[in-house]
């Protein structure tokens, strides 16, 4: 499993990759890069939450394995 830094960077990498099209193509109109915008958000969301989920189901585990070990 990656590891926490690993796991944030990816989501962060992903989010970044997103704004810069939306950002840098020349062909989308002002309403479709509002619309992309709100989209973002959603995906912000979706994706740092996936990331701390893990993180933290990570983290539940090994204080279990702790606990028995």
């Given at each position: 499993?990656?590891?926490?830094?690993?796991?944030?960077?990816?989501?962060?990498?992903?989010?970044?990759?997103?704004?810069?099209?939306?950002?840098?193509?020349?062909?989308?109109?002002?309403?479709?890069?509002?619309?992309?915008?709100?989209?973002?958000?959603?995906?912000?969301?979706?994706?740092?939450g996936?990331?701390?989920?893990?993180?933290?189901?990570?983290?539940?585990?090994?204080?279990h394995?702790?606990?028995?070990?």
């Amino acid at each position: 499993m990656k590891d926490k830094a690993a796991l944030y960077n990816e989501a962060l990498d992903a989010i970044r990759a997103q704004i810069n099209r939306i950002t840098y193509s020349n062909h989308l109109s002002h309403t479709e890069r509002l619309n992309m915008l709100d989209n973002l958000e959603i995906d912000i969301n979706r994706k740092l939450g996936w990331a701390k989920t893990t993180f933290s189901y990570n983290e539940k585990n090994r204080d279990h394995d702790d606990v028995v070990a």
